[in-house]
């Protein structure tokens, strides 16, 4: 059974960095794209970077320059988050289109998310 965990969450103050990570684990026969996704209370979920089998990254207007997405070859994705202000306090969520071992299709998943909260 194919899971998302998401680490790395916690406070922090602004100006500072925190790093998330998703590892993906299962039965994988392979991941396209991955992304990250935020949640704040009392707002939509929100795509905050996205990144393609082949490192193809985008994100949001808000988080450019100071965001990085990336993967490895071990079925992880991370979000490198520098610069931190207040306003990006929310959960961050874990999506990947994931293959299943044998399989054909590319289904979502999403990790159960990590509180990042930065203090003014």
């Known amino acids: 059974q194919v899971q998302l965990v998401e680490s790395g969450g916690g406070l922090v103050q602004a100006g500072g960095s925190l790093r998330l990570s998703c590892a993906a684990s299962g039965s994988i026969s392979g991941i396209n794209a991955m992304g990250w996704y935020r949640q704040a209370p009392g707002n939509q979920r929100e795509l905050v970077a996205s990144?393609?089998?082949?490192?193809?990254t985008n994100y949001a207007a808000s988080v450019k320059g100071r965001f990085t997405i990336s993967r490895d070859n071990a079925k992880n994705t991370y979000l490198q988050m520098n610069s931190l202000k207040p306003e990006d306090t929310a959960v961050y969520y874990c999506?990947?289109?994931?293959?299943?071992?044998?399989?054909?299709?590319?289904?979502?998943?999403w990790g159960q998310g990590t509180q990042v909260t930065v203090s003014s």
């Open positions: 999506n990947a289109k994931i293959r299943d071992s044998g399989g054909y299709f590319y289904n979502n998943y």
């Open positions: 990144i393609t089998s082949g490192s193809s």
